[in-house]
């Protein structure tokens, strides 16, 4: 089945040390969303890849960046993360010509900072 | 800016009854897209259903469908014979256009518990 695939489900990491999370996607989507779900709240919008076109939100501290290789892969990098750094990282994707459409979401990767 | 506001952080509800769920937006645009999804307690983000707000018909799938009041800005769910399979949190959404691509804008969303 075309899924969309986050690696690893859980990650532990140190306070300041790099930690890099992966997305990988068959459904041949043009566009690859992050989102950070802290405990109890709504995902908030990182970035996304409109095709190899990167967009930032405006509120996206500078910690955290992304990079698509290919169509089928989307990383997110955290230089040095912080105690609030700590929560679930969602990688989502659409297929975007001409009009909106649904996004479809991974199952997310629980990052721990200690 | 778009807001997204569910008034309702948690809800129960009974096995095979009805319960409906609220969701109000700001916005100024006059053709967009709402969204709700579903979030089991297993984490995955599932897409229940979506109105284009162009559409006067409200949107249904199965037991599933939307009462939709464009001029109020309303967008609530409404669910019926609930199934033990329903509990999760639910998240009204709001796709906006943002530089060259389209994103969520979600609420906080409700927490749906139904009981046997």
């Known amino acids: 089945d075309a899924m969309v695939i986050q690696n690893p489900r859980y990650q532990v990491t140190q306070f300041g040390k790099p930690v890099t999370l992966s997305c990988s996607q068959t459904l041949n989507h043009n566009v690859m969303y992050w989102y950070q779900q802290k405990s109890s709240q709504a995902p908030k919008l990182l970035f996304h890849y409109y095709d190899k076109d990167f967009n930032n939100e405006a509120d996206t501290p500078d910690n955290f960046q992304s990079r698509r290789p290919n169509t089928s892969f989307c990383f997110l990098d955290i230089r040095s993360p912080g105690l609030g750094d700590a929560a679930m990282y969602l990688c989502?994707?659409?297929?975007?010509?001409?009009?909106?459409?649904?996004?479809?979401f991974g199952p997310g990767t629980r990052l721990t900072v200690t | 800016a778009q807001t997204v506001t569910q008034s309702q952080p948690e809800m129960s509800v009974q096995e095979a009854e009805t319960v409906t769920l609220s969701c109000t937006y700001d916005?100024?645009?006059?053709?967009?897209?709402l969204f709700w999804y579903k979030q089991p307690p297993s984490r995955q983000m599932i897409l229940v259903i979506r109105?284009?707000?162009?559409?006067?018909q409200n949107a249904t799938e199965n037991r599933f469908s939307v009462n939709f009041q464009k001029a109020a800005k309303s967008f609530s769910l409404k669910i019926s014979d609930s199934q033990l399979g329903d509990t999760a949190m639910y998240f009204c959404?709001?796709?906006?256009?943002?530089?060259?691509?389209?994103?969520?804008?979600f609420g906080k969303g409700t927490s749906l518990l139904v009981t046997p």
């Open positions: 959404a709001f796709m906006k256009w943002v530089n060259s691509g389209y994103a969520l804008n």
């Open positions: 916005t100024s645009e006059n053709n967009y897209y």
């Open positions: 989502a994707t659409s297929l975007q010509s001409g009009g909106a459409y649904e996004q479809y």
């Open positions: 109105q284009e707000a162009y559409k006067q």
